[in-house]
Each structure stands twice: as C-alpha cells, then as structure tokens.
C-alpha cells in the first residue's frame, strides 16, 4: 500500500516534470502571451541548517495583464480593475492590472527533530497549507496589491509528509515529532502590499541601478504583522517589477512584470526590513510550549536572478532575527524560485 510520503513523492517529481517541459517549450518558442507562473522552494537545508521555519512551496499564477488584448485571463485582469477601482493605488485608467492566485505551504519545526516528544523549551511543530488571491495594479514606478487568504493548520496541511519526503531525498535527520503538531483549525485573512521606485540609472542593456521601498500588512488568525523595507538591485535589462522577493516582504509581488521583453538579463539584490508582529497564530496555541513570539523582527536578504527568453531562476538567502522572544537566535533559509511566462 502507498503510504502519504510515497504519494506526496510521486506528485513532487509529476510536478517537476510537467515543469521542465513547460520550461523548456516556452524557452524555445518564446511568448507572445504574458500569464505568469512561479514555482518556488523555501528550505533552511540551503544554508546548511536545520530548526525554525525548515520547509516551504509555493505555486502561483498570475493573469495576463489588463492591456492584453489577446490573452482570455486579460478579461479576469481587466474585470478585477474595474471592481476594486475604489481602492487606493487602484487606478485602471493609467495602470496595468492582473490577478494573482497561490497555493503555499509551510512548516516550522523546533531545532531538536530528533525527540519524539519535543522540548517545551522551543518551537512546537506547525503545517500551514493556504490558498490566496491578490489584485495588483502597477506602473513604472509603484505597485499596489490587495488579497485574501483561506488556510488550515494541522495534519490536513501535509507538512508533515512533506518534510519527510524531503528530509530522505536530501539524506537528513527523520524528524519525529510531528505527533504533537498545532492545529487543527482553518484560518485566514486580507492583505495589502504597497511599493514605490525612489531611484533610478543607467540604460537598458548598460549596468542599471534601481532603489526603492515596500510596506505591506496582513490581518489574518494565522498571523498578522505590518512590514516596512528597502531594496537596492543592480544588473543589465531589469524588469520591470522593481521589488524582488526578498526577506519574505515582498511574496508574490514578485510576480508582476517580473520578466522583462528582451529575452535576457540578470540582478543582484539585497534588501532590509522591519515587522511588526501584533499576533501570532503560534504563540496563542503553543501551550504548553514556552513559545513567545517576538513582536519586532529586522530582516535581510540577498540574492540574484538570471532571466533565459520567457525564463527567470533566481536563489535568494534570507535571514530573521529570531521569532522567539527567549530565543534569539536567528530565523534563516534560503528560496530557489522559478518563473515563466507562457
């Protein structure tokens, strides 16, 4: 009998297959449409490490934008526009729009796996598995996002035969405590992201230079916080989205415009911020845990991207001061992140 791992296994490497070839048609015939896909892997594994946030996937798609006039989710685009044209930095008349939809999933671990019965003393195990829809709405020089978010925390999240097909496809330590994870409970929430270029030089096809700065807030019953940051990237033919997915502010801003017109290209980024955590879904449930969520975090990340035709792989690390407030050491993983447009 298939056991959840096995199933969980033949469904990472049917995923990865039915990505490679849509990877390397695309690439090859190039992209006269412009829906957007992204698959991207979180794990703390990439910077040798074991404990805290240790696992994540994300799988996301973005509608063609509102001025495609060839493309059919250009009308999802266009009709979503119009709906929420009341909202500020909602503007169709002179922006571009587009609706975004993902499914992530994520788990946070305790430093020690090896104990069946976790420590008190450290983070409890937790599996968050989440679909959410954002609008955005950009130009060249600001991008506004509005969405919402539905997700369950516990055994129905799979995180937990997640993490054990990854940990033997990686040859690591089993992780045994998973008996005792949070949940189960369904949670969810709204969110809004805000970015604005503050500077900008060089040429296209020159070295170019780009600064600008991100807020964004959620609140939700997993976990609400607001976030303030800058970024500073460098590199020849950047894309139009001028805010990378760095240190977990930005998410799926990522995704509009994230490929530029001209088949090719790369960045280096690196990025700085501050959150403010008012509630945490973690430390309400921990009991009897000894979990107490920090309420102020600084984070960092640095990364790079290479853009091959209607291809983009980046790999960004990222680190966070730590979540616990009677632990301070810190939060950091590392993201290989793939994005199309097909």
Same mark, same amino acid.
């Given at each position: ?154 055994? %129905? ?117 501050? %959150? ?15 979990? %107490? ?50």
């Amino acid at each position: 009998m298939l056991t959840a791992e096995d199933l969980m296994s033949a469904h990472f490497v049917r995923l990865w297959t039915c990505a490679t070839a849509l990877l390397l048609n695309t690439a090859q015939t190039g992209y006269a449409q412009a829906d957007t896909f992204n698959i991207s892997w979180d794990n703390d594994l990439l910077l040798g490490l074991d404990q805290g946030y240790t696992n994540g996937v994300r799988l996301a798609y973005l509608t063609s934008p509102s001025e495609d006039t060839k493309a059919v989710s250009a009308n999802i685009s266009r009709a979503a526009g119009g709906f929420f044209e009341a909202l500020p930095g909602i503007d169709p008349g002179n922006q571009k729009q587009a609706v975004s939809f993902s499914l992530r999933q994520f788990m946070v671990t305790p430093a020690d796996i090896s104990l069946e019965k976790p420590s008190r003393n450290d983070l409890p195990y937790a599996g968050y598995l989440f679909l959410s829809s954002t609008i955005w709405s950009w130009d060249a020089d600001t991008i506004t996002g509005y969405g919402a978010h539905l997700g369950v925390v516990g055994p %129905e999240s799979g995180a937990e035969a997640s993490q054990k097909w990854v940990h033997r496809l990686t040859g690591s330590e089993e992780p045994r405590g998973w008996d005792y994870q949070l949940g189960s409970d369904v949670v969810g929430g709204l969110q809004a992201t805000h970015a604005r270029k503050l500077w900008r030089s060089g040429n296209k096809g020159d070295l170019e230079h780009e600064m600008a700065w991100v807020g964004s807030g959620m609140v939700s019953s997993f976990r609400s916080h607001a976030r303030v940051g800058g970024v500073w990237r460098t590199g020849q033919y950047l894309p139009g989205n001028f805010v990378p997915d760095y240190a977990g502010t930005s998410s799926t801003v990522g995704l509009p415009s994230a490929l530029n017109g001209s088949g090719q290209g790369w960045s280096v980024f690196i990025g700085m911020g501050l %959150e403010y955590v008012p509630y945490s879904y973690l430390e309400d449930n921990a009991d009897p845990y000894q979990f %107490e969520e920090s309420l102020l975090l600084a984070q960092v990340g640095i990364g790079a991207t290479w853009q091959w035709q209607s291809v983009q792989a980046a790999l960004t690390f990222r680190a966070t001061t730590g979540e616990q407030e009677t632990n301070k050491d810190s939060f950091s993983f590392g993201t290989l992140s793939l994005t199309w447009v097909y």
